[in-house]
């Protein structure tokens, strides 16, 4: 019984997300900032300096602020609600992610504020039936009335970007029932431990791991790319022909460009590349995997020479696209 107990103290102990500071719009001083996270955030937890801060006391791990972070600045691990929904896809009626306070059982999250587009394109790409099931948003404390409509929003950037592959994600999001099976557990920081010896072995057994993640080496490039959009992109299958369109909104660059450095600058995941070549040229590439589509480089660009392209052929994910080269025309720029 208390093995249960503090096993699941490991996984609900820590819900405050992780934040990577050079992801983050605040500190890449983006013309205008963001505050989205601030505004997501339901118990004021989320106070923004050059810097976010999270107050621990405050903070329930309801997830809207990750839901919220354009650049994956905030973030959960992925992997663990990813790999829930694989297991489940020998389970007749499909797979579940369940909210704990709803009142039907199922592979459990703190709340349906943590569900990220990666797991509903990941339940596109292996045809399985998603149910997102939700309690009484409207009466809850960890997470807030504003759950289901933005969770519905996530559903449908999913399925925008999964239409390349010609199958969208089956997904339903519901109210719980509890005619389904048993009740979700209340999970929350203030009654977490009375509801852990209530029934941890079963809870234990139905929570998905929501153990800290490990700061970024943001020395290590292949780092500096949350895993959220490492999985988007791995979820778009089957892949797409070379010439289809794939809906990845990302930059393009016209000719009242001035060759400063500030998309450069700004971009939270280094997908924009400036060089200066030895002749002087300036050039601008874009890893177009590793963009997020923040559109910070378009906000901050002093002569507005920045507009993102919603779609782009599957073929420029595989190498870098030139968005700029000051000493030659680009002759195919990217449609």
């Known amino acids: ?48 300096q050059t810097s976010v801060s999270i107050d621990p006391s405050r903070c329930t791990g309801c997830g809207l602020c990750v839901q919220a972070c354009p650049t994956g600045a905030l973030e959960y691990d992925v ?16 797979a579940r992610l369940v909210c704990s306070r709803s009142d039907e059982a199922g592979k459990t999250l703190a709340c349906l504020g943590r569900v990220t587009e990666s797991a509903v394109m990941a339940a596109g790409a292996w045809d399985l039936p998603l149910a997102l099931v939700h309690g009484d948003c409207a009466a809850c404390d960890l997470g807030d009335p504003s759950v289901p409509a933005s969770v519905e929003r996530v559903v449908e950037q999913a399925q925008q970007l999964r239409a390349a ?20 557990e209340r999970v929350s920081r203030r009654s977490m431990f009375g509801a852990l010896a209530r029934s941890a072995r079963s809870v234990a057994a139905q929570a998905i791991p929501d153990q800290p993640l490990p700061f970024v080496d943001w020395s290590e ?3 500096r790319v949350p895993d959220e959009w490492q999985w988007r ?10 010439d289809t369109a794939v809906y990845w909104p990302a930059p393009v660059v016209d000719d009242s460009c001035i060759d400063c450095p500030v998309c450069d600058n ?21 890893n177009l995997a590793a963009c997020t589509g923040c559109n910070a480089c378009a906000r901050s660009c002093p002569p507005d020479a920045i507009t993102m392209q919603p779609q782009w052929p599957q073929r ?9 080269d000051s000493g030659a025309a680009v002759t195919d720029p990217p449609q």
């Open 1 to 48: 019984m208390l093995e249960g107990v503090f096993k699941l103290l490991g996984d609900y102990g820590n819900p405050v997300p992780r934040y990577t500071g050079p992801r983050c719009l605040s500190e890449r001083l983006v013309v205008g900032g963001c505050d989205l996270c601030q505004q997501a955030c339901p118990h004021e937890a989320v106070s923004i």
């Open 221 to 223: 490039p292949q780092d």
């Open 316 to 324: 420029d994910f595989d190498t870098p696209v030139l968005l700029r």
């Open 266 to 286: 700004v971009c939270p995941t280094d997908a924009i590349v400036r060089d200066v070549q030895p002749d002087g040229r300036v050039t601008l590439h874009l």
């Open 233 to 242: 992109l791995r979820a778009m299958k089957p892949t797409p022909a070379p």
């Open 79 to 94: 992997t663990a609600t990813i790999a829930a929904v694989r297991d489940q896809r020998q389970q007749d009626g499909g």
């Open 165 to 184: 592959t010609g199958h969208t994600a089956p997904v339903t999001l519901r109210r719980g029932d509890p005619s389904v099976g048993g009740g979700g």
